[in-house]
T-cell receptor
Framework: DTGVSQDPRHKITKRGQNVTFRCDPI?????LYWYRQTLGQGPEFLTYFQNEAQLEKSRLLSDRFSAERPKGSFSTLEIQRTEQGDSAMYLC??????????FGPGTRLTVT | DAKTTQPNSMESNEEEPVHLPCNHS???????IHWYRQLPSQGPEYVIHGLTSNVNNRMASLAIAEDRKSSTLILHRATLRDAAVYYCIQILNTNAGKSTFGDGTTLTVKP
């Protein structure tokens, strides 16, 4: 049973660079979620897909953040022109409809 | 946003039951209640979810109030490995699947 995987696990980048993260959900799950988490806080919702359709997104994704799930399977999250405030853990989760969300290990982004 | 309210922290003794409360007064009739926990340096882990009836699984039990405005996660015998941050969230039973996590309850288990 393969769970949710994310790549890379760690990313260090310089301010102003673009970064892209990948998430591979559990294969039979139709919903995929992206969250961001900083130390001491709960996960912050970024966006979610139902199959290939992006159905909901936070205000963050209207600017430098964009996400895709082109064939309803894996998803990518891109951050353009990174800023130091983007340093965080980026979490991906998947679920079958409104059943429990299964989270990946996360990608830790450090912007220097 | 669908927001839940939980105590910041709770303590328990090992091998004793733990009751973690959550208020979700804005819940609508078709919203699910989900519980997750997060151990240090790990991603959140799904624990249990329910709609109206109480639910049991191998990890925990979920007791949902009759008016559905509150719920309680029950760990029947706390172990040191249950020390974590526990999150209660509402999941809208629509295509609007936004999940709002609060700051959760930090559970400390004392040996």
């Amino acid at each position: 049973d393969t769970g949710v995987s994310q790549d890379p696990r760690h990313k260090i980048t310089k301010r102003g660079q673009n970064v892209t993260f990948r998430c591979d959900p559990i294969s039979e799950h139709n919903r995929l979620y992206w969250y961001r988490q900083t130390l001491g806080q709960g996960p912050e919702f970024l966006t979610y897909f139902q199959n290939e359709a992006q159905l909901e997104k936070s205000r963050l994704l209207s600017d430098r953040f964009s996400a895709e799930r082109p064939k309803g399977s894996f998803s990518t999250l891109e951050i353009q022109r990174t800023e130091q405030g983007d340093s965080a853990m980026y979490l991906c989760a998947s679920s079958l409809w409104t059943q429990g969300q299964y989270f990946g290990p996360g990608t830790r982004l450090t912007v220097t | 946003d669908a927001k839940t309210t939980q105590p910041n922290s709770m303590e328990s003794n090992e091998e004793e039951p733990v009751h973690l409360p959550c208020n979700h007064s804005t819940i609508s009739g078709t919203d699910y209640i989900h519980w997750y926990r997060q151990l240090p340096s790990q991603g959140p882990e799904y624990v249990i979810h329910g709609l109206t009836s109480n639910v049991n699984n191998r990890m925990a039990s979920l007791a949902i109030a009759e008016d559905r405005k509150s719920s309680t996660l029950i760990l029947h015998r706390a172990t040191l490995r249950d020390a974590a941050v526990y999150y209660c969230i509402q999941i809208l039973n629509t295509n609007a699947g936004k999940s709002t996590f609060g700051d959760g309850t930090t559970l400390t288990v004392k040996p």
